[in-house]
């Protein structure tokens, strides 16, 4: 037999390879608790003349106790404690390039500067993340031993830290899903009538995934952007509530972009640039955001094994 027609033969006309129509994402971590009512938010800090933003704190409601008095005697002065944290904001900014042979085959929408525009979304969502992560280390109330799995003694211990300094308000804990996935281990050994309640429908759909439930009046997060602590052999998760984190944001102003196309406002802009001469297109995406620690005392960190 001889001229048979073969798929292995039809290299003139046969692609190596083509594009399915669905694209899968690459994996990657995409829980954010930008907006969690648990991190205080200053405000937006567009054209108030200044970078930086100050939070004011007094010592009033039962931060000075009174004390006796002899009758007819006087009392003295108590001076007024204060105190205060700044977050300054800075910009945050991702760029995409490509090219217009690139653009005009593309068979899937990808290169395409509105989907890579709105993808800048995300990509704003995960450095806040990042950069919220990061103040773990700097609490100065911590719990845990290097080397050792998370357990449920290391959740309690967490709490009665934040007890023992009056630390009031609904509590979040933020943890590597390394440490989450120990802390289920460890919850699965306990007896008694200690109860978790997962995660509701409701609740994933406001705020993810990477919500896993409630545990004893504490909502539990897990994130991949939970960094490492002693040269990598641990991770370095915390527990805190309301004023130990604090953030502020601006709204970029609309201007006019390329071609005289209005770049909207918004807290995240895109712009777009051309490249005539390179027939090449930029996508540009700025956010200007700060987060800062404010009172030490109301987070705790949580380092165990990674």
């Not at 048979?4 to 690459?26: F, K, P």
């Not at 760029?95 to 704003?124: C, H, K, W």
């Not at 799995?149 to 830290?161: G, L, R, W």
């Not at 979040?172 to 460890?186: A, E, K, V, Y």
């Amino acid at each position: 037999m001889a001229n048979e027609v073969l798929y292995s033969g039809l290299g003139d006309q046969r692609t190596a390879a083509i594009l399915a129509q669905e694209i899968a994402l690459l994996l990657a971590d995409r829980q954010s608790l930008w907006g969690h009512p648990s991190l205080w938010y200053l405000g937006d800090l567009a054209g108030r003349g200044s970078t930086v933003i100050q939070q004011p704190q007094v010592g009033l409601d039962g931060y000075d106790e009174m004390a006796a008095v002899t009758e007819g005697s006087s009392t003295s002065n108590t001076a007024l404690a204060d105190a205060s944290d700044q977050v300054t904001i800075a910009r945050q900014a991702l760029q995409y390039q490509f090219s217009g042979l690139a653009e005009l085959t593309e068979p899937n929408g990808i290169i395409d500067p509105v989907r890579l525009a709105a993808s800048m979304v995300g990509s704003a969502m995960m450095r806040f993340q990042s950069m919220l992560t990061a103040l773990h280390a700097t609490f100065s109330q911590s719990v845990g031993t290097t080397g050792v799995d998370m357990s449920v003694d290391d959740f309690f211990d967490a709490n009665i830290t934040l007890d023992l300094v009056s630390a009031a308000g609904d509590r979040i804990m933020d943890l590597h899903p390394r440490q989450w996935g120990d802390l289920q281990q460890s919850l699965r050994a306990e007896l008694g009538a200690i109860g978790f309640s997962p995660a509701t429908t409701e609740m994933l759909g406001r705020w993810g995934p990477g919500f896993k439930g409630r545990f004893l009046n504490t909502d539990i997060f897990a994130s991949a952007k939970v960094p490492t602590a002693n040269a990598g052999a641990d991770r370095d998760g915390a527990l805190w509530t309301r004023g130990a984190i604090l953030w502020a944001d601006a709204t970029a102003r609309p201007r006019a972009g390329a071609f005289g196309v209005i770049v909207p406002a918004g807290k995240i802009q895109v712009e777009f640039e051309s490249d005539a001469a390179g027939n090449l297109t930029k996508v540009v995406g700025n956010y200007f955001v700060g987060v800062a620690e404010g009172q030490d005392t109301m987070a705790c960190r949580i380092v165990t094994d990674a």
